[in-house]
């Protein structure tokens, strides 16, 4: 019996133990799978009119909160928070806490609706009364027209939604975006000097960037008497001090022609823009020393809709502290001629729109080194003894409209004539190659700094000055020009070779400044001009010529200040290369005797003589020159 109980007991012991342990356990397989807190969010949802800064939080400690503001159930590869969350706009956020161990927890949703504040702005412009501004404004409130305003001296015109006063607005207007409202005043017309007088006083004061507008309607009488209505508006603007924007249209005015009278200052710098006369049809010309526009030196803008000719000289703004280099935009839709320099040297101007134009004469726009775009008709007459674009560095759009001679090429960087001769191409640069082209014209790349070669296989003339100041131009190819103008490569300081095989002229002052050049082939040269190679500097040349000597003008090498060797290469058998005979001969120093040699060294030659002239002859010969004449087989 004792040995049952003490199995019972054993047996008892053993259950309990087991059912100790599988309360344990139970226990423990609670806590894994208790689920951690849902997240909560501060502010709560709800509808707001600013941006709001939204902290998460959870209850469990240790857990981490991803969420998503794009409407979809957040996972535990939606974005990790990390620090609060900005929202700006309308926004469902969904949020949920996850932690090892244990049940993620509930999805947290949260909407947050921002209905931020709108405004309206109003400038007025100086009108009176003013609309209050800024106005706050809620999406979808109405806006109607604001009270009636005045301003002295102006009539309302309207309110616009641009500040430059293009676009009028249209009332009622919903508002589903900040607004932004500009009144426009247009000036009355003022027809007696003394309410000028009294409209600029009342005026603060002011500058070139922000001048006041002026309508007048006076009689300008004979504009260069002095007691004449435009010189009594000269002297109440200069007396006032503001700069201003005139529009002269409805003057009256004795004659067609406007004349501002080159020999008065006063007034005239305060001028920023100008409408002149309906009753002018031309502009007075000026001259080489003074321009009809003298001393409109803050002249911007200026336009006449019946102008039909433009005076010489009437701009001109060469070395001129009184010139016109602010003008940059110019309006003459009628003008029909336009007369030499008119234009030259205005740096500032920009655009020319002439398409009436049937003249513009020479060096009408040279200079202008801003002017960027023209525009005429194909069949106007350019000069073709003066540059008319030389210098407009900028110039890279020719825009020519109906038929006639002149077109466009180098997708309208270059102007043509007939198709075959080069007019213009002033912005050319690098590397310029035309197989067409036959003939080049005067100044046709002046002051082309950005040029650095050519080739023109097809060109047998090269105007004068067409190189002009080209200071970069290395290279050249011409294998079939037969005349160098004067002057064609005056200054091109980077010209190192130049061959002309077919040439047979070389222009004076041709090569003129070329301080680099060291090798030139002219084998079929009959005459070089007057100062050919002057002021080439100390660089050695050799000069490639035929079996005949060509006739020379006086000073080839004058202004060479330094010692120079150049080399003249013949062919043995040559003739008229005095002293050469067939050897090589060498001339320097003082020797003066009457030859060819000497001729080229400055004395200039004829063929048996001295050239003529008080550049040529023995007094000229250059003693920093050694010539060789070198023969070649």
């Known amino acids: 019996m004792k040995k049952y109980t003490k199995i019972i007991t054993v047996f008892t012991v053993i259950l309990l133990n087991i059912l100790i342990i599988t309360a344990c356990d139970i226990g423990t397989n609670q806590e894994d799978t208790k689920s951690v807190s849902t997240p909560s969010a501060t502010p709560a949802s709800g509808t707001y009119t600013t941006t709001q800064i939204i902290t998460l939080t959870t209850a469990t400690s240790d857990a981490a909160i991803h969420y998503t503001i794009d409407g979809s159930n957040p996972t535990t590869g939606s974005t990790l928070y990390t620090s609060p969350i900005t929202i700006s706009t309308t926004t469902t956020l969904k949020a949920i806490a996850i932690k090892s161990g244990m049940a993620n927890s509930e999805i947290f949703t949260a909407v947050y609706t921002i209905n931020s504040l709108l405004y309206v702005a109003y400038d007025a412009a100086g009108g009176t009364p003013a609309p209050a501004s800024p106005v706050n404004k809620n999406p979808g409130d109405i806006i109607t027209q604001p009270q009636t305003m005045t301003k002295d001296w102006h009539t309302f015109d309207a309110w616009y939604t641009d500040s430059n006063r293009t676009e009028p607005a249209v009332f009622p207007i919903t508002v589903t975006a900040n607004v932004n409202l500009y009144a426009k005043w247009i000036f009355n017309t003022i027809t007696n000097i003394a309410d000028v007088s009294t409209y600029l006083a009342s005026l603060s004061a002011n500058t070139s960037s922000n001048p006041v507008n002026l309508s007048i309607n006076i009689e300008l009488g004979t504009m260069t008497e002095g007691s004449s209505g435009w010189q009594q508006l000269l002297d109440t603007i200069s007396t006032s001090g503001k700069f201003v924007n005139i529009d002269l249209s409805a003057c009256a005015m004795s004659g067609t022609s406007f004349n501002p009278d080159l020999n008065i200052a006063t007034g005239k710098d305060k001028i920023v823009s100008i409408v002149l006369p309906a009753a002018a049809t031309s502009i007075e010309k000026g001259s080489f020393s003074d321009s009809t526009f003298k001393n409109f030196t803050n002249l911007k803008s200026i336009s006449g809709e019946n102008v039909l000719t433009i005076g010489e000289y009437a701009f001109y703004s060469s070395g001129s502290t009184t010139g016109n280099k602010n003008l940059q935009n110019i309006d003459f839709p009628k003008v029909t001629n336009i007369g030499n320099s008119a234009f030259a040297y205005c740096t500032g101007l920009q655009n020319a729109d002439l398409p009436q134009a049937t003249n513009i004469g020479y060096a009408a726009f040279r200079g202008c080194t801003s002017l960027q ?261």
Do not use: H
């Open 373 to 633: 775009s023209i525009s005429f008709p194909a069949s106007v007459t350019l000069s073709t003894i003066n540059p008319t674009f030389a210098g407009c560095t900028s110039l890279v759009s020719f825009t020519i409209t109906g038929s006639g001679t002149l077109s466009v090429i180098e997708n309208g960087k270059a102007l043509v004539r007939n198709g075959t001769e080069l007019v213009a191409y002033p912005s050319a640069s690098g590397t310029v190659a035309m197989n067409t082209i036959t003939t080049i014209g005067i100044y046709a790349f002046s002051d082309c700094t950005g040029l650095q070669g050519v080739s023109f296989p097809a060109v047998a003339v090269i105007g004068n000055y067409a190189f002009d100041g080209c200071a970069n131009l290395q290279s050249v190819n011409f294998p079939l020009a037969t005349t160098i103008g004067s002057n064609t490569f005056n200054g091109c300081k980077g010209l190192q070779t130049a061959d002309f095989p077919e040439a047979t002229n070389i222009g004076s002052m041709a090569l003129y400044s070329c301080t680099s050049l060291q090798s030139l082939y002219i084998p079929k040269v009959t005459n070089i001009g007057m100062f050919a190679f002057g002021q080439s500097g100390n660089i050695n040349l050799t000069i490639t010529l035929g079996s005949s000597a060509p006739t020379l003008g006086a000073g080839p090498f004058t202004s060479v200040s330094t010692a120079k060797t150049v080399t003249v290469k013949v062919p043995d058998s040559s003739s008229g290369y005095t002293p050469f005979t067939g050897s090589n001969v060498t001339v320097s120093g003082a020797d003066t005797t009457a030859n060819w040699a000497n001729g080229l060294r400055g004395g200039g030659w004829t063929g048996s003589a001295w050239a003529t002239g008080s550049s040529g002859g023995v007094d000229n010969i250059n003693q920093n020159i050694t010539l060789i004449i070198q023969a070649v087989e």
